[in-house]
T-cell receptor
Framework: AQSVTQLDSQVPVFEEAPVELRCNYS??????LFWYVQYPNQGLQLLLK??????LVKGINGFEAEFNKSQTSFHLRKPSVHISDTAEYFC????????????FGTGTKLQVIP | SQTIHQWPATLVQPVGSPLSLECTVE??????LYWYRQAAGRGLQLLFY??????ISSEVPQNLSASRPQDRQFILSSKKLLLSDSGFYLC????????????FGEGSWLTVV
């Protein structure tokens, strides 16, 4: 079984400040990790993903995340946020073999304050 | 390129009425297809997934059912809606050449009144 924990349900941050959204996972097998963004009343859009290789992955809109196997974490970061980054962010995990059952975290709402 | 279409975008239905949400994927073959529900203030709940035509697996026992009559078509249904069925429904897929990445449709808002 696999699970994802997003510890922060809401994160307020001032515009142009850095932000980190936390994600921890548990799995008994090798995993792939993802971050998605959801703007109000829209579907989920892929931000970035870790499949293998470099543990630091860069995504769209200036976001990046680092896979830390020893800490079973995949935190999302951005050095300087914009108002347009206000959205809900979901971390997800799937096993690296066989059928891809994707497990999502409960989401973190990022509110960028002008 | 691969695209996913989901409709209707918004639906208001009375309690006890039937439901049909449809999802189609273009630009890929034999995808894995999923239905998720996102209730207000809650995360994503996997409802059904399908690895092929006629193959449906249910994750959560409930008032809903799913069918896959064609390779790239996935339908979510209910015979009699409950108030608790209200929420945001998302269709998603994984397939070649994306491999291990799940992609989502734009979602359907269902309000049961």
């Amino acid at each position: 079984a696999q699970s994802v924990t997003q510890l922060d349900s809401q994160v307020p941050v001032f515009e142009e400040a850095p932000v980190e959204l936390r994600c921890n996972y548990s799995s008994s097998v090798s995993v792939y990790l993802f971050w998605y963004v959801q703007y109000p009343n829209q579907g989920l859009q892929l931000l970035l993903k870790y499949l293998s290789g470099s543990t630091l992955v860069k995504g769209i809109n200036g976001f990046e995340a680092e896979f830390n196997k020893s800490q079973t974490s995949f935190h999302l970061r951005k050095p300087s946020v914009h108002i347009s980054d206000t959205a809900e962010y979901f971390c997800a995990v799937t096993s690296s073999g066989g059928y891809q059952k994707v497990t999502f975290g409960t989401g973190t709402k990022l509110q960028v304050i002008p | 390129s691969q695209t996913i279409h989901q409709w209707p975008a918004t639906l208001v239905q009375p309690v006890g009425s039937p439901l049909s949400l449809e999802c189609t994927v273009e630009g890929t073959s034999n995808p894995n297809l999923y239905w998720y529900r996102q209730a207000a203030g809650r995360g994503l709940q996997l409802l059904f997934y399908s690895v092929g035509i006629g193959q449906i697996s249910s994750e959560v026992p409930q008032n809903l059912s799913a069918s896959r009559p064609q390779d790239r078509q996935f339908i979510l249904s209910s015979k009699k809606l409950l108030l608790s069925d209200s929420g945001f429904y998302l269709c998603a897929w994984v397939g070649s050449p994306s491999g291990n990445t799940i992609y989502f449709g734009e979602g359907s808002w269902l309000t049961v009144v």
